[in-house]
């Protein structure tokens, strides 16, 4: 036991957890910025979301002219039975290049209504980046407060051991004149077994919470600054589910699912509607030995239909299903954030209290461990009442570690049940990511490929394969 706390205490030194020097602490601020461009989900949902942007370039594409070629090559050997009358023998090759194209002229607003629901799937795909954000961000504070709640039980396991082995070492001198018997050094050896134990755990924990700091945050933990003073909340449960409803990125999003079915809807009536296209062919054919043949022929189609088996009011119905199931989807979606709004309000104040408590407790854990003492020298308490007094103390000042850092992180997931635990709003002074910069680039259907965020991805994919 005592090897394993000595590799585990030079590994906390070697690490970073205890500083001898000047070094800059690090912040929240700086543990939430790291996981935020270190992020592997925050990359796969832009990517997700520079997809969706390209749905719209293909919605537009409809509206443009489609122009394609063929060219056909071919050789045609015939050798008449008999000959004769039947003609000789002949050999000939052809070949021809057909230039084709086509353009959409009317179609009673289908493809627009069919770019109109992809810009809304975007908006959609925005809202779910946001909350990925909020994931992130929310994971980085729960870890850095973590790893500080489990240095500070480090430290603390680490005072009791101290004190319990000097009460251990006092017992055996009073053991030796004869003060007290061998029971009570029995106990004061349990008590030190269990607080090297419970030592050893607190060290095992707090290698644990290093793991997760580097799964939120991108690196390992160094010197952990204090958290700074919280963000402001809402004075009331009422307000914040209020900001909660306008700002939660699921509640938004659900909308715009709300939106994009509405749409469809409209989408499957103008489905029954007929469109109008205009068509034109070039083609040229070769023949050796004989005059090349050249022909241009262009038109305007009509079309629609007539008679799909029901297939197209099936769909309407269909579109009509999905509105209503997405309308009850955004209820349920608000329902849940309210859910989530009343809990962390409620753990905050669990926490809020709970903190209050613990310091009382301590004020008076401290009171009853020196009466105790003073007790236990004039013959009045035994060693058992002591160690107990200084379990008790041991526990609230746990307590108080955890009602501490449990009051910080419900603040923090406060503001992510309300929507506002972003970049932006936490002022981190990091340049966030700007979802319209690869929209704008490509919601027109440019002929180019436009991804350098996807080239950024793929090198740092091929460097970590390295």
């Given at each position: 036991m005592r090897r394993f706390l000595a590799i585990v205490t030079a590994l906390v030194l070697t690490t970073g957890f205890v500083t001898s020097g000047p070094?800059?602490?690090e912040s929240l601020s700086d543990a939430m910025v790291?996981?935020?461009?270190?992020?592997?989900?925050?990359?796969?949902?832009?990517?997700?979301?520079?997809?969706?942007?390209?749905?719209?370039?293909?919605?537009?594409?409809?509206?443009?002219p489609v122009i394609s070629y063929s060219a056909t090559a071919g050789r045609t050997i015939s050798d008449p039975?008999?000959?004769?009358?039947?003609?000789?023998?002949?050999d000939r090759f052809n070949a021809s290049i057909n230039l084709q194209a086509q353009l959409l002229l009317f179609d009673f607003g289908q493809t627009d209504q069919k770019i109109a629901i992809a810009r809304e799937s975007v908006m959609m795909a925005r809202e779910m980046l946001v909350g990925v954000e909020q994931n992130v961000l929310l994971n980085a504070v729960q870890a850095y407060l973590n790893v500080l709640s489990a240095q500070e039980s480090v430290a603390l396991q680490g005072?009791?051991?101290?004190?319990?082995?000097?009460?251990?070492?006092?017992?055996?001198d009073r053991f030796e004149v004869g003060e007290i018997t061998q029971t009570d050094v029995s106990l004061a050896e349990a008590r030190l077994?269990?607080?090297?134990?419970?030592e050893a755990a607190a060290q095992g924990d707090l290698m644990v919470q290093r793991e997760a700091y580097k799964a939120a945050v991108g690196r390992f933990p160094g010197n952990l600054a204090p958290p700074p003073s919280p963000p402001r909340v809402p004075d009331t449960l009422d307000a914040a589910k209020a900001q909660a409803r306008a700002r939660h990125p699921d509640i938004l999003s659900a909308k715009r699912a709300v939106s994009s079915a509405e749409m469809s809807i409209e989408l499957a009536k103008l489905s029954t509607r007929p469109t109008v296209s205009a068509s034109a062919t070039a083609t040229r054919t070769f023949r050796p030995a004989a005059t090349e043949a050249r022909s241009l022929q262009g038109g305007v189609t009509l079309s629609g239909p007539i008679y799909s088996g029901g297939r197209l009011t099936a769909l309407y119905r269909q579109a009509v299903a999905q509105a209503e199931a997405q309308r009850a989807g955004l209820l349920v979606t608000t329902q849940?954030?309210?859910?989530?709004?009343?809990?962390?309000?409620?753990?905050?104040?669990?926490?809020?209290?709970?903190?209050?408590?613990?310091?009382?407790?301590?004020?008076?854990?401290?009171?009853?461990?020196?009466g105790a003492r003073e007790e236990a020298t004039?013959?009045?308490?035994?060693?058992?009442?002591?160690?107990?007094?200084?379990?008790?103390?041991?526990?609230?000042r746990s307590s108080a570690i955890s009602a501490r850092y449990d009051q910080y992180g419900a603040i923090y997931r406060l503001l992510a049940a309300m929507g506002l635990l972003t970049a932006d709003h936490l002022n981190l002074g990091i340049v966030s990511y700007d979802p319209e910069a690869y929209y704008n680039a490509v919601q027109d259907a440019p002929l180019r490929r436009v991804s350098p965020q996807g080239q950024k991805l793929e090198h740092i994919l091929e460097t970590l394969g390295k």
């Amino acid at each position: 036991m005592r090897r394993f706390l000595a590799i585990v205490t030079a590994l906390v030194l070697t690490t970073g957890f205890v500083t001898s020097g000047p070094a800059r602490a690090e912040s929240l601020s700086d543990a939430m910025v790291s996981a935020y461009k270190n992020s592997g989900l925050l990359e796969q949902q832009r990517a997700l979301l520079r997809a969706e942007d390209e749905n719209v370039a293909i919605a537009v594409s409809a509206l443009r002219p489609v122009i394609s070629y063929s060219a056909t090559a071919g050789r045609t050997i015939s050798d008449p039975v008999g000959g004769g009358l039947l003609g000789a023998p002949t050999d000939r090759f052809n070949a021809s290049i057909n230039l084709q194209a086509q353009l959409l002229l009317f179609d009673f607003g289908q493809t627009d209504q069919k770019i109109a629901i992809a810009r809304e799937s975007v908006m959609m795909a925005r809202e779910m980046l946001v909350g990925v954000e909020q994931n992130v961000l929310l994971n980085a504070v729960q870890a850095y407060l973590n790893v500080l709640s489990a240095q500070e039980s480090v430290a603390l396991q680490g005072s009791s051991v101290r004190l319990i082995t000097q009460e251990l070492r006092a017992a055996r001198d009073r053991f030796e004149v004869g003060e007290i018997t061998q029971t009570d050094v029995s106990l004061a050896e349990a008590r030190l077994a269990a607080a090297r134990s419970a030592e050893a755990a607190a060290q095992g924990d707090l290698m644990v919470q290093r793991e997760a700091y580097k799964a939120a945050v991108g690196r390992f933990p160094g010197n952990l600054a204090p958290p700074p003073s919280p963000p402001r909340v809402p004075d009331t449960l009422d307000a914040a589910k209020a900001q909660a409803r306008a700002r939660h990125p699921d509640i938004l999003s659900a909308k715009r699912a709300v939106s994009s079915a509405e749409m469809s809807i409209e989408l499957a009536k103008l489905s029954t509607r007929p469109t109008v296209s205009a068509s034109a062919t070039a083609t040229r054919t070769f023949r050796p030995a004989a005059t090349e043949a050249r022909s241009l022929q262009g038109g305007v189609t009509l079309s629609g239909p007539i008679y799909s088996g029901g297939r197209l009011t099936a769909l309407y119905r269909q579109a009509v299903a999905q509105a209503e199931a997405q309308r009850a989807g955004l209820l349920v979606t608000t329902q849940g954030i309210d859910q989530q709004v009343g809990n962390a309000w409620a753990q905050l104040a669990i926490a809020t209290a709970s903190l209050q408590a613990t310091d009382r407790q301590i004020r008076a854990s401290q009171v009853a461990l020196r009466g105790a003492r003073e007790e236990a020298t004039l013959g009045a308490r035994t060693t058992l009442d002591v160690l107990n007094a200084e379990q008790e103390l041991l526990d609230a000042r746990s307590s108080a570690i955890s009602a501490r850092y449990d009051q910080y992180g419900a603040i923090y997931r406060l503001l992510a049940a309300m929507g506002l635990l972003t970049a932006d709003h936490l002022n981190l002074g990091i340049v966030s990511y700007d979802p319209e910069a690869y929209y704008n680039a490509v919601q027109d259907a440019p002929l180019r490929r436009v991804s350098p965020q996807g080239q950024k991805l793929e090198h740092i994919l091929e460097t970590l394969g390295k």
